[in-house]
């Protein structure tokens, strides 16, 4: 029964159904299964099946939207049901496109992948210049700075926002991602980490968290 | 290096004519890399036409490259239709992007009108720049798509992408009403240059496989750009450069089916992403078109100058087998902030490698 419950809620966050996707969550909690245990087991896991499709051509960005549109709904129902000691404070993440950039499609599929996983995202949107995000990451206390860039001309503007919160909120986390970044790249720029892709961002960021001894 | 033979912008018009020029000719799609050359702000080459022109021309002067002024860019539909973009004048910016976009709701689909090309948003400052090339004896280009780009900056690209599932009947009124006006903004161009005057450009991001899938590439572009491109064929228009932005190599079948339904009309120059390789599309347009290809654009802004120059040989060396014409350019925009030394790399690349007979 749960078992069948929670891969309900995963089929339907995957085929993008909203109206199944509510009634899983609802059918969730009748049967006293804990909120936090379907999200991760139902929606989480839905997301990231979506996320390996997409990386294999399976399933494209029309798709995601909607399995995205499917697992908030679920969220809605599920949320005001967690329990706070169960699940503990979550991880704050800064998200945003660097200055210059308006490339914000996958950076929102980040975002999207991040909060299926349990972490708090402040998004800063697109074409965000670099003080901002120095300034979210005190004022949030944020984990994590994820900096997206698409351009050439933007990613330059990343070891300089990186170089600053190593100076100003040294114990956060880096990460960048986006077309032209790479390992090296991303390396070179400084950062604590990078990701070619939303699933592998989760990874990273939870590899980079129990490494500094926060997850 | 013996001496040119031909002068910048001769060989082009050689290989749109399907003759062999002296080398290969350079198409370096330079846009905002021309205002960083003459030290203006990019933001002027999008909005000033006098100073568009004329630092386009100068740069290719400079350069000594083939292809001439022209405008364009990716973010184009939204302020046509009555939203607002805006201009790279903040450092870091490098070309046009959407501020508002004219369709935030469901009514506004219906509410969204068809604009007069003459007074429509970024068209003016197009036909300006037209009419100098005109009048320097260049080709007039107009911008003709591709439809699905245009909707996703009238409507932004996460509800358009969203709605291709959810509504996609609104999608297609959108098409539509995409579709209406670059049929008007051809025959606004064909009518003020003459057609055989004119080259059509159109190309887009939104439908790279990146985003979309080859299904639905099927059902929301290609019946659009099937019926535009016959109507501009239809008006004469001999040249069209097409321009799949990123990754399209799955869309691949639908622009060969493009070209097989218009009976091949026309002379094509194909400028795919650097992701399609140069032999795939020999494979599918070489019997008749031109190839424009297709050095990845990032490599120029980041990699030494001999770096780029191999890159360039290499393109030239599996280009130049096309059958029917070859010209060496990037995948995309040069990026403005690339070294101008390493544009430079794609003429030396031409002269030394690049020799015909
Ligand atoms: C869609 C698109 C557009 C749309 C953008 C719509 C939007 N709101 O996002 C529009 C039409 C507006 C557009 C405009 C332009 N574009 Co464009 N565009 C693209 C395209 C085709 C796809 C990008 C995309 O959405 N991919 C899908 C998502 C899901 O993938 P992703 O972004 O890579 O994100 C994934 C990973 O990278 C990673 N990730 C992303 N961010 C982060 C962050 C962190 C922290 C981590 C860990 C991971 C991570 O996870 C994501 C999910 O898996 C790319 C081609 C390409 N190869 O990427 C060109 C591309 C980015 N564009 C390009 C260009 C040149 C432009 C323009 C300048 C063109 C012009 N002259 O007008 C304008 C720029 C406008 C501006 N002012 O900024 C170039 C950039 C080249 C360069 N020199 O850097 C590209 C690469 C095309 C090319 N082949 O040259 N574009």
Sequence with gaps: MKEEILRGLTDSVVSGDVEKCVQYAKRALEAGIDAYEAIMEGCARGMSLVSEKYEKGEMYVPEILCSAEAMYAAMDVLKPHLKTERVGTPRKVVLGVVRGDIHDIGKNLVKLMMEAAGFQVIDLGRDVP????????????????????????????????????????????????????????????????YAKDAAAAIRVAKELLSRRGGM | MSADRMKPGERLVAVLMGQKPDRVPVSPFILGYAAKIVGLPIGDLYTDPKKSFRAQLLCAEMHGYDSSPMYGYAAVGAWEFGGKVGFPYEPGQSAP???????????????LEVPDPKNAGSVPIAMEIARQCYASGL??????????????????????????????????????????????????????????????FAGGPIESNKLISPKQFEEFVYPYMLRIHRK?????????????????NKNMPWYRKLREECGWRGKYVWNFGPETPLETQIAQFGEHDVIMGNVDPPSFQFRSFEEVLLLCKENIERGIKNPSGYILGPGCEMPPLAPPINVYAMIKASREYGRYG
């Design chain 1, 130 to 193: 670099n003080e901002r995000f120095v300034e979210a990451v005190l004022k949030e206390g944020a984990d994590i700075c994820g900096m997206s860039a698409l351009m050439t001309t933007s990613m330059i503007f990343m070891p300089e926002i990186i170089r600053e919160l190593k100076q100003k909120a040294p114990a956060t986390i880096t990460m960048v991602g986006g077309g032209p970044l790479s390992q090296e790249l991303a390396k070179a720029y400084g950062a604590d980490g």
């Design chain 2, 232 to 248: 501009i064929l239809d008006m004469g228009v001999q040249i069209i450069l097409e321009h799949p932005c990123a990754d399209q």
């Design chain 2, 139 to 200: 080709p007039a280009v107009f911008q003709s798509g591709e439809v699905l780009t245009y909707a996703g900056n009238i409507m932004g690209p996460t509800r358009l992408l969203t709605w291709m599932i959810r509504k996609p009947e609104l999608v297609h009124k959108v098409c539509k009403k995409v579709e209406e006006f670059l049929i008007a903004c051809a025959e606004y161009f064909t009518s003020t240059f003459g057609a055989d005057r004119c080259i059509a």
């Design chain 2, 97 to 111: 992007y959407v501020i508002k976009e004219p369709v935030e709701s469901e009514e506004d689909v219906d509410r």
